[in-house]
């Protein structure tokens, strides 16, 4: 399986962009896709989680300006950005919980994108 993302780059303060990630590979199910992001001399953290079933969840620094939503059938998951801060200026990476594996032995694993910049300036 491999996460595909885009839509990072330079915005500024207050402005808008959209990350869109595809998964593509041997996926029949998907349990939950979504973002985190890492800041120099942060930690990675998560930003905002949908699962198969809709549910939401987002960190609280990005609650009412953050969107996240998905199309499993398109095995796809977007993050619209609005409202954008020089604090969230980070490496976004996608995130997906799939169940993978042969037929016997078939586990939840997690993988992760190449990650893509966004820089707000202020």
């Known amino acids: 399986v491999q996460l595909q993302a885009s839509g990072g780059g330079l915005v500024q303060a207050g402005g808008s962009l959209r990350l869109s990630c595809q998964a593509s590979?041997?996926?029949?199910?998907?349990?939950?896709m979504g973002w985190y992001r890492q800041a120099p001399g942060k930690e990675r953290e998560l930003v905002a989680l949908?699962?198969?079933?809709?549910?939401?969840n987002y960190t609280d620094s990005v609650k009412g300006r953050f969107t996240i939503s998905r199309d499993f059938a398109k095995t796809t998951v977007a993050l619209q950005m609005n409202s954008l801060k020089p604090e969230d200026t980070a490496v976004y990476y996608c995130?997906?919980?799939?169940?993978?594996?042969?037929?016997?032995?078939?586990?939840?694993?997690?993988?992760w994108g190449q990650g893509t910049l966004v820089t707000v300036s202020s």
């Open positions: 995130y997906a919980d799939i169940p993978s594996g042969p037929w016997y032995r078939i586990r939840n694993v997690d993988y």
């Open positions: 590979g041997s996926i029949f199910a998907i349990n939950a």
């Open positions: 949908i699962t198969s079933s809709g549910t939401t």
